[in-house]
């Protein structure tokens, strides 16, 4: 399988914060904010797979400043690193005040999708090149990130058995 640019897979999006997206300090919800990057960071892992594909986890949104009523949020993902048939997305949310142009980082996250065939199953996935210094270091960072993964994941089937919970209810 032919390896990708980082850059193939990078997509944006711009959305204005409307009033209905907003909580009572005039704020976007922490929940719109989470559909939007799971939206475009799902985009982002399709154009790297060119298949279908579903979110396996999210890391943590790190929510750095608030997006408020008026301002535009700019949603930039790209595929960071890849596993067999996984892809972990890297997404970072600018904000802008349109009036004044002042641009903010209001959140980062990282987002680990499957690649799925035909019927479904978890299908290989080409390689990423990093080319920029960002995506440089997230490349080297990768194996950092995944250690973790495994260990959260590992705790979270600890804490179900633990409470004798079955997966298929």
Known sequence: MNPKK???SRTVQASLVLPSDTNNH???FGGT???YIDEVAAIAA???SRRPVVTASI????????????NSVC???YVASTGRTSMEVFVKVISENLKTGERTLTATSFLTFVALDDDGHPTP????IPESEEERF???TAAERKAMRKERKAATELFIRGLNIKKEI
Do not use: C
């Not at 890391?59 to 008026?70: H, N, Q, R």
């Open 138 to 140: 997230l490349a080297e």
């Open 75 to 77: 949603i930039e993902a």
């Open 59 to 70: 890391d943590s949104i790190d929510f750095l400043s608030p997006a408020k009523m008026g």
């Open 26 to 28: 005039g704020t976007i």
């Open 6 to 8: 980082a850059s193939e």
């Open 46 to 48: 399709m154009r790297h």
């Open 125 to 128: 996935v080409p390689p990423v």
């Open 33 to 35: 904010m989470m559909a």
